[in-house]
Every structure is written in structure tokens, then in C-alpha cells.
């Protein structure tokens, strides 16, 4: 009995046939769109979640804002720091001698916000820009209403002090209008 060769085997490479890959890619259940008409590139993607859909849309001017703030709360802080009873003097239009400590300490804090103002200037993560406006809202809100307390019981009205409640007013309508439009974004899928 004589055996005959065997044909050489031809390997069938499925990376060129495109009906073969196609197929694959239907059976694994990759590259057609899901219940939202999200396309998956891979069944990893799938399994993980598209990052595309936690990005934020965010309202005209938001970066700005922020920027603006960071910049703000910088220069608010560094004057508070280095020149505790100026700042003083020019909001209240009064001299103060025993009070040095207490606005270093504001400037510190002031310092410890500015940061938070400079991460929320570079992140995409619509939970932090949210955090970052919401600290900035009260902190507008505490000091509107400590600015006020303190107005009142010295029995003055300074021009200066006047203006900042009213910034103070104006920057957190600003800063709650950007909030509730960031917020209005499409749900999170459970």
C-alpha cells in the first residue's frame, strides 16, 4: 500500500475575510448599536463603558468662569496673606490693629478654595466641575451673609463694603445659574 502524500494544509487567515470577521464580530455582539445607539468598538469598550457618554456638556463660558474664579481666589488670598490690614481697610474703610491673624487665616482658606478653582479649570469629570461650583456658591453665600452681619453691627455702610455685597450677589447667581445647567445633563444609567 502506497500512501499518498498529503495535500499541504492551507490556513484560512480570517483577518482578511471580512464575512468571517464580520461574523465574529455579530456572534461576540461588537460593532452594532446597543439600546442608546451606542456603537462598541470592542467587547472590552462594551463591558467597560463608553467614556464618551460621562463627558460633559457643558454651558457657554463654564472654563471661563472657573479660570476666572481660580485667578480671583489666587489674588484674594495672596493680598489677604500678604497684606492683612490694607484689605481691611479698604472694604470697611475703618483701621484695625488686632486682626491680622484672623485675615491670614481667611487668606489661607481663601488659598485651600483657589486650588480646588485650579483642578476644576482642568478636569473633565462632570462630578468634580459640580463640587467645584457648588463650594463656590457657599462659600458666596457665607460671605454675603457674614459681610452683612458685620455691616450691621457697626452701623455703617462703606461704598467699598457696598460693592462687595453686591458682587458677592451677582458671582453667586452666576455660579448657581452654571451649577443647575450643569446639572441638567441626561441621566446616569443604573
Known amino acids: 500500500m502506497a500512501s499518498k502524500p498529503h495535500p499541504p494544509l492551507m490556513k484560512k487567515h480570517s483577518q ?3 464575512v468571517s470577521r464580520l461574523k465574529t464580530r455579530k456572534i461576540l455582539g461588537v460593532g452594532g448599536e446597543d439600546d442608546e445607539g451606542e456603537v462598541h468598538r470592542s467587547k ?18 463654564l472654563r471661563v468662569w472657573i479660570l476666572l474664579s481660580a485667578v480671583g481666589f489666587t489674588v484674594m488670598s495672596l493680598m489677604a496673606l500678604v497684606f492683612p490690614n ?4 479698604v472694604m470697611f ?3 484695625i490693629s488686632n486682626a491680622t491673624v484672623s485675615i491670614r ?13 485650579w483642578n476644576g479649570v482642568y478636569t473633565q469629570e462632570k462630578i468634580i ?8 456658591a457657599c462659600y458666596f453665600a457665607v460671605q454675603f451673609l457674614v459681610t452683612s452681619v458685620t455691616l450691621v453691627e457697626m452701623g455703617s455702610l462703606p461704598s467699598a463694603a457696598l460693592l462687595l455685597l453686591l458682587s458677592r450677589m451677582l458671582f453667586l447667581g452666576v455660579t448657581l445659574l452654571y451649577y443647575h445647567h450643569l446639572g441638567r445633563g441626561r441621566p446616569k444609567k443604573v
Open 16 to 18: 482578511s475575510d471580512l
Open 44 to 61: 472590552l469598550s462594551q463591558m467597560l463603558g463608553n467614556d464618551i457618554k460621562y463627558q460633559v456638556r457643558e454651558p457657554v463660558g
Open 86 to 89: 490694607q484689605l481691611y481697610e
Open 93 to 95: 474703610e475703618e483701621e
Open 105 to 117: 487665616l481667611y487668606g489661607g482658606a481663601l488659598l485651600s478654595l483657589s486650588l480646588i478653582f
Open 129 to 136: 466641575i459640580q463640587w467645584t461650583l457648588l463650594s463656590e
